[in-house]
């Protein structure tokens, strides 16, 4: 057994061990009359002796070498954190990721709170690389299209990256350029999707706020429905059909209806405070464009530069800001956390992307093989003789339960705000070298990059915390009534049919 220690003997008893002898009066002086150690045991004894070291020596390293954590530098987590890694991980969402331990704090929480974010490698070459690997593996050949001669336009400085993937399929950058077009507009996008499982109007007063937006309702059939059209046979499909509670794929399906057609997607539980074209309308540059923005001439003023960075592609707002409250842990999975009730972009953005595959990762790869440790665990208890209501109640475990109680992923985990913040934080990483900890204290809608961001009275006006303003608040968007009614959602609870993609 590799924890039971062998003891080597430190001390050994020569077998050789002259006897003095008797006295006469003949007998050699005192010191003549010890029998001198013949050379050759004298040579064998320190043989032994340099052997016996030599082993005790090696049985250390062994045990040292055995006992050493592993230290994978990449983020291991089920719900990303790469695309390209979804074919291999294993793990829980909510695992740690391991990092240099001299590291400096982003903020005065400490280095728990930077680690409670999964972002994985965000160095742009690896977020390319994985998010061209993820659409080739896991999306209908329609959308393989649409979306990789998308991705250039998010990141214009990395022509060379996409050509090698990819050859000319990145012909929408501009080669040499020392400009780049404007992004693609989410204003451009004027769709309002909703959904419910059961199909009602437009209590939100979406419409009536925006009369030239178009507006849609998708129930639980429809919503069958447009997977089967929009994402037949792949990954996608058999993804939906094993999510195993409705929220879940409630969750996803935004994320699904906005990578394709883009648009606001917003819970039917919200209310439409002020036009969509006036949402971040007066953000500020994040820096004053400093280190990210084209570096202006001498007579370009901050106005045109923001005129020349066109309007946002996505607009995301944010829910908790906790501050330096050292128990943030115990209300919040992190300390600054996204809202996903209200998104608005344009097809084919990046964070779209990333969460779908993340998603993707934890349904089709982790979840048949939690389901088959925990029916492995149950056999073996019970072949053990332990009592039944172990294996029972293990039996019953919902995939769904918190990692810490040993589920697969909370819902907030595999398809809600944790993983989608994860997930716009690592896209702000990769493209911007944004993080968290710039977004904390945010009081006016900020702009970085294509991303427009709004404080929590943005998205959250009245919840009486985090500096959030009354829903009468100028910069008031959209006012959430938590109804919550995801968290009773054992009716509609699927058995996961895990299958291959195209078989379900």
């Known amino acids: 057994m590799h924890d039971q220690k062998q003891t080597l003997p430190l001390h050994v008893t020569y077998p050789y061990r002259p006897s003095l002898p008797s006295s006469s009066s003949s007998s050699p002086s005192p010191v003549s009359a010890i029998p001198k150690s013949p050379p050759l045991l004298l040579r064998r004894w320190k043989g032994l002796t340099l052997t016996i070291l030599f082993l005790i020596g090696v049985q250390l390293v062994l045990q040292i070498k055995w006992y050493e954590p592993s230290l994978d530098h990449t983020a291991t987590t089920s719900n990303g954190p790469t695309f390209a890694e979804v074919e291999e991980e294993v793990v829980t969402p909510t695992g740690s990721i391991s990092k240099d331990p001299m590291r400096v704090p ?19 070459s690896a977020y390319i690389a994985s998010a061209i690997d993820f659409v080739q593996h896991s999306l209908p050949p329609q959308h393989q299209i649409m979306i990789l001669d998308a991705l250039p336009q998010f990141f214009p400085n990395a022509e060379n990256l996409f050509k090698n993937r990819l050859g ?33 109007g437009d209590l939100g007063g979406w419409l009536l706020m925006n009369p030239n937006w178009e507006w849609s309702m998708l129930d639980d059939r429809q919503a069958d429905e447009w997977i089967d059209r929009y994402f037949p046979a792949s990954e996608v499909k058999a993804m939906w059909h094993a999510l195993p509670l409705g ?37 500020v540059l994040w820096k004053d464009g400093k280190d990210w923005l084209i570096p202006p001439s001498e007579t370009t003023t901050l106005e045109s530069m923001k005129e020349s960075l066109g309007p946002p592609s996505f607009v995301i707002g944010v829910e908790a800001d906790i501050g330096s409250r ?39 790869h982790n979840l048949p093989k939690w389901l088959a440790s925990r029916d492995a665990k149950v056999a073996q208890l019970r072949r053990q003789g332990d009592p039944s209501e172990v294996a029972d109640r293990l039996m019953t475990l919902p995939p769904w339960a918190d990692s810490k109680d040993g589920g697969l992923a909370s819902v907030m985990e595999w398809t809600g705000p944790g993983v989608f913040t994860d997930s716009a934080f690592r896209y702000l990483n990769a493209r911007y070298n944004f993080t968290w900890a710039d977004l904390r204290g945010l009081r006016e809608p900020l702009r970085v990059g294509d991303v427009a961001i709004l404080p929590v009275t943005g998205f959250s006006p009245g919840v009486g915390q985090f500096g959030a303003g009354e829903m009468y608040d100028p910069q008031a968007m959209v006012h959430h009534r938590f109804a919550g009614s995801w968290k009773d959602d054992r009716s509609d609870q699927r058995k996961p049919r895990i299958s291959h993609f195209g078989k379900t």
């Open 106 to 124: 982003l903020t005065d929480l400490g280095v728990e709170a930077d680690d409670s974010y999964i972002l994985g490698d965000t160095s742009p």
């Open 168 to 200: 000319d399929v990145a012909h929408t950058m501009t080669s040499g350029s020392s400009s780049q077009p404007p992004l693609p507009a989410m204003i451009d996008f004027q769709h309002v999707w909703q959904t419910n499982k059961d199909r009602v």
């Open 247 to 283: 929220i879940m794929r409630a969750d996803t399906l935004r994320y699904l209806l906005l990578l394709v057609h883009g648009g606001v997607y917003s819970d039917v539980d919200t209310a439409c405070l002020k036009p969509i074209s006036t949402w971040a309308s007066k953000a």
């Open 326 to 364: 050292p128990d943030w842990h115990m209300w919040y999975a992190r300390p600054l956390q996204l809202v996903q009730w209200t998104l608005a972009s344009t097809p084919s953005h990046p964070i779209l992307l990333d969460v779908i595959s993340r998603i993707v990762n934890t349904t089709n």
